[in-house]
């Protein structure tokens, strides 16, 4: 990281950023070029390595014990700060003694069980002191689970954005199975708008969509891919992504964006983190007059991650 530019390190920070890390410790550092800021970032790097190692083990330890949800949890809280790796393993040590302190217990009462429930006097007395209690455990667990669920026939209320103008300041959401429609009011809107500068993000290959939807060669078009070109962002590269859209926005008055291709970079990556990613370019569109359209295939997402998009996007469908 030693020869990192600027850019770089940005990248870098709005990277951990959008997966959930707390950044500010390496804000001071963005815009210096001392050995200070620099070792600043390759210590949060290696800290960072180190935390997903530690996000592993706690996956484990969730997948493999039950009644520990609450320290588990308080764990996974403290990951997002890889400033604090020393603090975190101890919490992850002790977590791990009593999970095994509970499973040496639990082993130890279900052999005492067993034999107690060998002769054949016993077994009666034991197994309705045991079935009782199993069944009031799981009925309200059962009701716990079901709860949320209750929400989502009340919710399916259509959006009140539906129609809305394309307006400077706002993000926009266009349920678009192949995306067709999107580029088509893209291209309108700004062949109609000579002040407005354009930019499209897409994981269409750009000269056939230059060929199709008769693009100018001054429009910047950037390809989601992993091949080696001038012209491609790789998907997983979500900081990159991110500062090359803040770049543009501040360079012109009014810009206009297309980020087509949220599916593909929730297969790469995952959903919380594209998500907080659209939320980060959302605050960026609204402060700085932008705008910006998403087109989304809604069959392509469950309908909670969907609607929680819709949250933060004005729905507009034509």
């Given at each position: 990281m030693t020869n990192d530019s600027k850019d770089d390190l940005k990248s870098k920070y709005f990277q951990w950023k959008v997966e959930g890390y707390e950044v500010a410790s390496l804000e001071p550092h963005l815009d210096t070029d001392n050995s200070e800021g620099t070792k600043a970032f390759e210590e949060f790097e290696k800290n960072v390595g180190l935390v997903k190692k530690m996000e592993e083990d706690i996956k484990l330890l969730a997948e493999e014990s039950e009644g520990f949800e609450e320290d588990i949890q308080a764990?996974?809280?403290?990951?997002?700060?890889?400033?604090?790796?020393?603090?975190?393993?101890?919490?992850?040590?002790?977590?791990?003694?009593?999970?095994?302190?509970?499973?040496?217990?639990?082993?130890?009462?279900?052999?005492?069980?067993?034999?107690?429930?060998?002769?054949?006097?016993?077994?009666?007395?034991?197994?309705?002191?045991?079935?009782?209690?199993?069944?009031?455990?799981?009925?309200?667990?059962?009701?716990?689970?079901?709860a949320p669920a209750q929400p989502t026939p009340a919710v399916p209320a259509q959006p009140k954005n539906e129609g809305a103008e394309i307006k400077p300041g706002f993000s926009y959401l266009m349920k678009d199975d192949t995306s067709e429609k999107t580029y088509e009011i893209f291209k309108e809107y700004i062949n109609s708008h000579e002040d407005v500068k354009g930019m499209i993000i897409t994981r269409d290959f750009p000269e056939n969509l230059r060929k199709t939807y008769g693009f100018k060669e001054d429009m910047q078009i950037f390809w989601l891919s992993n091949m080696e070109k001038d012209f491609a962002i790789k998907p997983v590269d979500l900081g990159q992504l991110f500062l090359q859209i803040e770049s543009f926005i501040n360079e012109y008055d009014f810009s206009f964006i297309l980020l087509s291709g949220m599916e593909y970079l929730i297969t790469q990556n995952n959903y919380v983190s594209v998500l907080k990613f659209l939320q980060l370019v959302n605050e960026q569109v609204a402060v700085q007059g932008a705008a910006l359209l998403v087109p989304i295939s809604p069959a392509t997402l469950d309908t909670q991650d969907l609607k929680l998009i819709e949250r933060e996007l004005k729905v507009i469908n034509k």
């Open positions: 764990v996974r809280n403290k990951l997002k700060n890889p400033t604090k790796t020393q603090e975190i393993a101890r919490d992850i040590h002790k977590l791990k003694g009593k999970v095994k302190e509970n499973m040496f217990v639990t082993m130890m009462q279900g052999g005492f069980h067993v034999i107690a429930d060998e002769p054949e006097e016993t077994a009666p007395s034991s197994t309705p002191e045991q079935s009782s209690p199993a069944t009031p455990a799981s009925t309200p667990t059962q009701a716990a689970v079901s």
